[in-house]
């Protein structure tokens, strides 16, 4: 019989059960139960995907029959679980962000280097299709040399952020730290590292707590020239990706539509996620941390991704001159 990661799901949210859902077609994976604080989740999800309640946490971590857990938490709760999890020998799939604070990311790679178990974050912005693309095309050099990238997320997203824990930046890290790490992870992997020129934010309702609208310059280490703009404030939305290079042109859409470049003279080359063909974004990131651990094969993101997006988050939060 092959080898097979056993898997406990803390977190029985939306997210996780999603999560959850898709190590069905892993046979390298199986989910053997799964523990949430509210108990009356726990027994729906558990009866959702066929599998056990762990009555609790300390259950799930002690249980031999667990290698490895899936964090589906609010982010606030991301440190200590993943630490717990990992002195326990289990390797951790966190969702992101990674943690709250740098410190806190740091202790978790460090818990992992200690018990030398696999710690990935979520990040997986980069497995979408659109996303995925536009890295392929500047590796291959279609627009030769980048020179600038401007990102636009923008949609009326607040009443999201009016809810639950992500109302509370405590629990959540407000916008940057819960929804933004993504574009932060995105442009990094893209281009490398950076350093924030200069951001300003506005809040200009009350409720959610934290910023709601924010832009940033940002200048990379190997001379690119960036700009992002998100807003959850913004009732017509769109997402807008544009990278410019000495040769051509990049630009997409985010999760739909399609991505495309255009050189000097030549015919513009389109592609739609379906023409691009890339799995599932959610499998992809799973199946990564699966072979991972059974393989010692390198994630296309890990935890150190997940600690610099959280860093990259503080450093546009600084600039702005906000706490969240």
Known sequence: MHAQVRIGLIGAGGIGRHLAWQLRP???????????????????????LETEVFASLDALLQSPAVDAVIIAT???THHELGVQALQHGKHVFCEKPLALTVADCDAMLHAAQAAQRVLMAGQVLRLFPLFWQSKQWLQAGVIGAPVAIHLQRRGYEINLFREGWRADPQQSGGVLLEMNVHELDYLRW????????A????????????????????QFENGVVGSVEVSIIDHLGGYLVRIVGTEGTIEHTGFSGAARYKRLGEPEVSLTPEEIGAPEPYLWELRSFIRAILYNETPPFDGYDGRMAVANAHAVLQAIGAKA
């Open 26 to 48: 892993l046979s390298e994976a199986r989910l053997v139960g799964v523990y949430d604080v509210n108990a009356e989740l726990s027994a729906q999800a558990a009866a959702e």
């Open 190 to 197: 893209l281009l490398g590292e950076f350093r924030v020129v």
């Open 199 to 218: 951001a300003q934010g506005a809040q200009p309702y009350p409720t959610p707590n934290f910023t709601q609208q924010w832009s940033a310059l940002l």
């Open 74 to 76: 609010p982010p606030h």
